[in-house]
């Protein structure tokens, strides 16, 4: 007769012990401990790199704009007083007045807040605008910084020829 290992039914211990249970609580909870801020920082470089994306990719929307209704279109932007401070929006409009301000009666096609965690600061376009025209062509080059509370930077830049680049860098004079 075959008798299996462990013992019968009624004797066999299952489940964990309270000492076990509180022990690999207490190590998931050391663990969570450890990662959050390491999470978290992540999410925020994740969120900054995001929006520098959104800049650059509007910015290049805003020339083939320009392209294809044979018109000047900018990129206004409102800026922070600096990196330190979180907020600015930027908007994309026809310039039909080629004064590299969005007017009153002047068509909006894009308007965009930055994520609350993101700084847009630095604008170095002479009317606070980037601006393409007809051709694809800026009109002068500049840059536009982004940045986060990490503190993690990013440049946004456009040349004359309307080519926009992001430049990344942990320092804010690295850029």
Known sequence: MNQRQGGSPATRETGFSLIELVTTVAIVGILLAIATPFVAGMLRNAELRGAARIVASTMQRAR??????????????TTTAGAAIMGGSFRVYLDSDDD???????????????????????????????????????????SIRLANATPLFYRISVSTTGNVRIQKASTEGAI
Do not use: H, M, W
């Open 64 to 77: 083939s704009e320009a392209i294809t209704r044979k018109i000047n279109v900018g990129v206004e932007f």
């Open 100 to 142: 590299g301000v969005c007017d009153v009666g002047e068509t909006v096609l894009e308007q965009t807040n930055v994520a609350p965690s993101v700084a847009l600061y630095g604008s170095t376009f002479a009317t606070g605008s980037a601006r393409y025209d007809s051709r694809g062509l800026a009109n002068g080059a500049g």
